[in-house]
């Protein structure tokens, strides 16, 4: 079994969600085609997959002036896996989450992409705090 590092698991996540998007095919057909056996990234895409209507519900409320499918997949794809650990995984600081999306978003989206899902993420984050 091969275990990635957090960042290399995510960049994994992001780039078999953006696929998932782009070709819509199933959880299935795409792990069949691009095996992984890194648990990680396993139990993200697993968890993605029980939670993902609750998250583009979120993402469409706090996307202020953005309809869900009007957002580049890149973006979404970040904040669907960003928003899954926030909200569902306790052993990822919230920081570090928000850091490694607004990284990810450097690396693979706009310009302006990092401040909008920073933006996102923050509103988020400090919400849950507050009912905490």
Not at 95 to 115: C, F, N, Q, R
Request: proline share 4%; with cysteine.
């Amino acid at each position: 079994m091969k275990t990635l590092s957090r960042r290399a698991a995510r960049e994994r996540i992001l780039k078999l969600l953006f696929q998932r998007d782009f070709r819509a095919v199933s959880w299935a057909e795409l792990l069949a085609e691009q095996p992984t056996d890194d648990p990680y990234v396993l139990e993200v895409l697993q968890g993605l997959e029980s939670k993902c209507a609750e998250i583009d519900k979120l993402i469409a409320e706090k996307a202020e002036g953005w309809r869900l499918e009007r957002l580049h997949s890149v973006d979404r794809n970040i904040l669907r896996l960003a928003i899954y650990e926030l909200c569902y995984r306790e052993d990822v600081p919230p920081e570090v989450v928000i850091d490694e999306a607004v990284e990810l978003a450097k690396k693979y989206s706009g310009e302006h992409s990092p401040a909008f899902i920073n933006g996102i993420l923050d509103r988020i984050w400090k919400e849950r705090v507050h009912r905490s």
